[in-house]
């Protein structure tokens, strides 16, 4: 499965150079990515350093909604931006 994390062109162009920080948010829904800028970074989530973000997941599983949130919890230097 593919995550997706939207930034402004500022952020991506920090991103590229640095890589992404601890902490930072990932959906699995590209829709819901590219609501939160226009520069959107795509990741395999076979990397072990993704791991699901409790607070915010809580609401839509008791909606049942289909969209996730993780957080990384280390920096990552591989990724793709679309």
Request: one cysteine or more; glycine letters at 4%.
């Amino acid at each position: 499965m593919i995550l997706f994390r939207g930034t402004s062109k500022k952020k991506c162009e920090s991103y590229k150079k640095k890589g992404i920080p601890i902490g930072e948010n990932f959906t699995n829904r590209l829709k819901e990515a590219k609501r939160f800028g226009n520069c959107v970074i795509s990741i395999d989530i076979n990397n072990k350093n993704l791991i699901p973000s409790t607070k915010e997941n809580e609401a839509h599983k008791l909606v049942k909604i289909n969209i996730r949130y993780y957080k990384n919890k280390k920096a990552i230097k591989k990724f793709k931006i679309k």
